[in-house]
């Protein structure tokens, strides 16, 4: 779809702002299709944003839940066994003193609810490790799929080997065919001294099943069970602590006026955003949202089918990455998915994207604030 010819639902940048005056012309997401080189995929590996300044002493555990203090301490020890070794049996230096060899497995799984802080802690064993930045790889399960789609399996094995950790956020068993296949990965890696560390998600209000999903992602990958030691962390939603409940929708004209008032803002309408995501691998949707602001959309409807409900889960965990705001009118977060999708297969996905995505329209209210004074 092109942006420079706008459908009659499709927000017109060139019309103007509602009000009139000087404001900005937004951007718009339909407008943008980026390529990434497969070698940027690999290098651009690291926390994400929301994450660049996650260490292990801005974590803040729960009184309540001991299980998160527990979770610090035994990442912190993890981090200090990997140090900068040479991966796959590389040589040393005569004279360079051997690091101490790990005591534990070489791998760890962060096992519990939404918005426990899980991502915080992968993110801060990746700063913790002393290992350089570029034998550090952090980036999603999905991400990780797209990478070997990318380079190819050998070569995906042959780049990762040569790293010292890999953390993968997110961990998900919803597709055999990815979850064989990074499982086969994994195992690799292991064999060329690759330290492993994943995090995955528990329905909400069923914490209690969360050890099953630890025993599943253990099964799932067989030989490598007793390289990974699962991590429990109980708690509540911290994106829910003390919060508001998500504010409502707005009108049209209030989220089309606040585009164009905040610098750096995106434009689009809904139902073609969704057209276009299926235009553009999700491997790009992260630098699709590059440089953007803050997001503007009009007309949210229910998605229509599974495969767009996928689409807009990778594209709320990259806006959430960025800390990017998300302004709506239509229908409110929690009405995206059918309840045929929240009770089926990719449950776990659909309640992550509404959770993050009630975050960040949370974070939206202030730009509506602004333009209101």
Not at 116 to 141: C, D, I, N, Q
Not at 358 to 365: E, P, S, Y
């Amino acid at each position: 779809m092109s942006s420079s010819q706008p459908s009659s639902a499709q927000p017109d940048p060139t019309a103007g702002p509602p009000a009139g005056g000087d404001d900005a012309t937004p951007a718009a997401l339909t407008a943008r299709a980026p390529h990434v080189p497969a070698d940027l995929l690999v290098a651009e590996m690291v926390p994400p944003p929301r994450f660049q300044g996650a260490r292990f002493d801005t974590y803040l555990p729960d009184p309540k839940q001991p299980s998160q203090s527990e979770a610090v301490q035994v990442l912190s020890d993890f981090a200090d066994g990997i140090g900068d070794a040479p991966a796959g049996g590389g040589k040393r230096r005569w004279f360079a003193r051997k690091p101490a060899a790990p005591t534990g497995p070489r791998g760890v799984y962060l096992d519990g609810g939404y918005g426990v802080g899980k991502t915080h802690l992968l993110a801060s064993l990746w700063h913790a490790t002393s290992a350089p930045a570029e034998r550090k790889a952090f980036g999603t399960f999905v991400e990780l799929t797209n990478l070997v789609g990318a380079l190819g399996f050998q070569q995906t094995v042959r780049t990762l080997g040569e790293h010292r950790l890999l953390c993968i956020d997110e961990f998900e068993l919803d597709d055999p065919g990815d979850t064989v296949l990074v499982s086969t990965l994994l195992g690799k890696l292991v064999d060329a001294g690759v330290a492993l560390a994943a995090t995955s998600n528990t329905l909400p209000g069923k914490l209690g099943e969360g050890r099953f999903a630890a025993a599943d992602f253990l099964r799932e990958i067989q030989g490598l069970s007793a390289q990974f030691r699962p991590l429990r962390i109980d708690g509540e939603d911290y994106r829910h602590r003390g919060l508001p409940e998500a504010p409502a929708p707005y009108d049209d004209e209030t989220v089309t006026r606040t585009a164009y008032r905040t610098p750096g803002a995106s434009l689009d309408d809904f139902p073609s955003l969704l057209e276009h995501l299926s235009t553009v691998h999700p491997s790009r949707y992260g630098a699709m949202c590059d440089g953007i602001e803050a997001v503007c959309l009009t007309d949210v409807q229910a998605v229509p089918d599974q495969s767009t409900a996928l689409r807009l889960v990778v594209l709320a965990d990259r806006l959430y990455d960025r800390e990017v705001p998300v302004l709506t009118s239509g229908k409110a977060f929690d009405e995206l998915f059918s309840e045929e999708m929240l009770r089926g297969g990719y449950r776990k996905k659909y309640f992550r994207a509404i959770s993050r995505l009630t975050a960040l329209a949370r974070d939206a209210g202030a730009l509506v604030a602004e333009g209101s004074r």
